[in-house]
């Protein structure tokens, strides 16, 4: 198996459905933004002409919750991609093609050439090992639109850390810093937010976290030519 997809195809085959089983199956749908979501929202807005043919792009959608409550407040389109077919399927049953939910990896999303105004990832850029980060910033590269933002939800570190996957021996995380993720690559870095989680509706807030373990930020990008 090739190690650049060998994560991606683990999730694909059980380890996706697993994570959702952990995490979000049979849990009731939060129609709160967190305070993510209502600055990218409020970014959205700011920086591009939204409009009901906008299509924003999650991927790591697990059932579109999230996708859900953003495009909803945007009154545009969106695109889920997830490894996991049952949430995918779970996802399907709640929303009714709205989002529009589809299996699949950041690796391979099956959307059209500059297809995306918005893409972003929340919280899987974390499971793609190093030797495959280079064929998701390709396939970004391909589906994102000019002018188009790219949003990275994630750890935040100093150096990359590479760490255990507590729920499988043969599976890994990976810490990284996203400033400059896309150098290179005709992007502009448009915000960083530090982040902390706490619990509640709004799952976030801003600042630094005393534990460099619980480190993360929201970064936005835009594709400037």
Known sequence: MEASVFQ??????GEGDNWYKRF????????????????????CQELLDVNEHTLVVEIGSSRGDRLRRITQSLGCEGVGIDPSALSVAEGKQLWQGNPDLRVG?????????????????GWCLMYVEPAAIS???????????RGGLVAVLDFDYRSDEE???????DLRTYRRNYDSWLDG???????KYPLEFVHGPRAFRIGVPEDPY????????????
Do not use: C, K, Q
Not at 8 to 13: E, M, R, W
Not at 24 to 43: C, I
Not at 135 to 145: F, K, P
């Open 8 to 13: 991606a195809d683990a999730f694909l085959s």
């Open 24 to 43: 979000l199956h049979g849990r009731p749908f939060n129609p709160n933004p967190d305070l993510f979501e209502t600055n990218l929202v409020a970014l």
């Open 105 to 121: 990896t950041a690796h391979d999303t099956g959307l059209g050439n500059h297809s995306a105004s918005v893409v972003f990832f």
């Open 135 to 145: 064929d998701v910033r390709n396939e970004l590269n391909r589906i994102i639109a």
């Open 163 to 169: 760490r255990l996957y507590s729920h499988d021996p």
């Open 185 to 191: 690559d005709r992007y502009r870095l448009v915000a």
């Open 214 to 225: 619980d480190r993360m930020a929201f970064w936005l990008y835009r594709l400037t030519a």
